[in-house]
């Protein structure tokens, strides 16, 4: 009896033409750390009263599909689709895309390898769309991401389409916390010891009668937030809580790597919404602050332009 293993599931995917109709041809592989993605039915108990205190039935309703793909971030095909996806920009102009309208729906398919002799080995996640992303940079270690997926509903299939390895370069190392530069209103003098940023999407499914599948619902506003800290110093640290209490408005500019491998996320206009020294006993004293990205209206500028070709 075979019995899988996390080591051996492969996660690829495709964009679909049409929300929820998965399609045909060799689909991309995605490299992950985890993954959560998940179906879920609504549940109607039967009201039905027959005198013997049995519950009659349970009806399954409607459908929906939730979950997370964690990775380590580096310059990877299937990292940038998603980037491109959650800010909704088709164009990709020279590696840069700015929030847009654009939506694009996937099907993804998840293998179970170590199971390929076995019957609905496959499961095949259809109408799945990209609704956040979170990025955490850490004063020591590794650049840790999370894609937040939706989407209309699961079936399972015997076999997959196997995804095009050349989507992956394996030479595209992760990135170190090491390998990232960040500015404060054009300034690195701020000692940072991590930073974290976040998307979200407010997608969401509907329904409809007649069908227990979830149709393509709204979308929200594309917000931008996000924290820091940084070491209460009198170089930067004192200066970058007055931006809080003076209500000063400034860029954030995050470079990870280099070059045609590198990936940058620019937040022209960051409005400081929280700032905090706290003392929590003799070590190192720290300010934290959250931010919220706007649009920056002086140069049309978009609250957030990713760039994913630094040469």
């Given at each position: 009896m075979a019995i899988q293993s996390g080591q051996n599931v492969?996660?690829?995917?495709?964009?679909?033409?049409?929300y929820g109709t998965a399609p045909a041809g060799n689909y991309s592989v995605i490299p992950f750390k985890s993954v959560s993605l998940s179906l879920a039915k609504t549940n109607h108990e039967s009201a039905v009263i027959t005198g013997d205190r049995e519950v009659q039935d349970v009806i399954m309703g409607a459908h929906s599909v939730t979950g997370d793909i964690s990775f380590d971030l580096s310059?990877?095909?299937?990292?940038?689709?998603?980037l491109r996806a959650i800010v909704g920009d088709d164009a990709l102009s020279g590696g840069v895309m700015n929030i847009?309208?654009?939506?694009?729906?996937?099907?993804?398919?998840?293998?179970?390898v170590d199971l390929a002799s076995v019957n609905d080995n496959v499961h095949k996640y259809v109408g799945m769309e990209y609704n956040t992303f979170s990025m955490t940079v850490p004063a020591d270690g590794l650049v840790e991401c999370t894609f937040g997926l939706i989407g209309s509903t699961m079936t399972t299939e015997n076999a997959e389409f196997d995804g095009t390895e050349a989507d992956y370069t394996d030479a595209n190392n992760p990135y170190h916390s090491s390998d990232?530069?960040?500015?404060?209103?054009g300034s690195s003098t701020a000692i940072i010891t991590d930073l974290s940023l976040n998307i979200d999407n407010g997608l969401a499914t509907t329904n409809k009668v007649g069908s227990n599948l979830a149709q393509q619902g709204g979308i929200g506003k594309c917000r931008v937030t996000g924290?820091?800290?940084?070491?209460?110093?009198?170089?930067?640290?004192a200066a970058q809580l007055e931006k809080f209490v003076a209500n000063t408005k400034e860029a954030i500019v995050v470079t990870c790597g280099s070059g045609s491998t590198g990936i940058s996320f620019t937040m022209a206009e960051v409005v400081y919404t929280t700032g905090a020294v706290e003392v929590g006993g003799e070590g190192l004293v720290s300010v934290s602050?959250?931010?919220?990205a706007i649009y920056k209206d002086s140069n049309n500028t978009s609250a957030l332009v990713i760039d994913t070709d630094l040469s």
């Open positions: 492969k996660l690829s995917i495709k964009e679909e033409s049409a310059n990877q095909p299937a990292y940038v689709e998603g847009g309208l654009v939506r694009q729906s996937y099907s993804i398919q998840q293998a179970f990232v530069a960040i500015t404060l209103g924290s820091l800290t940084a070491h209460f110093d009198t170089t930067a640290g602050m959250e931010f919220t």
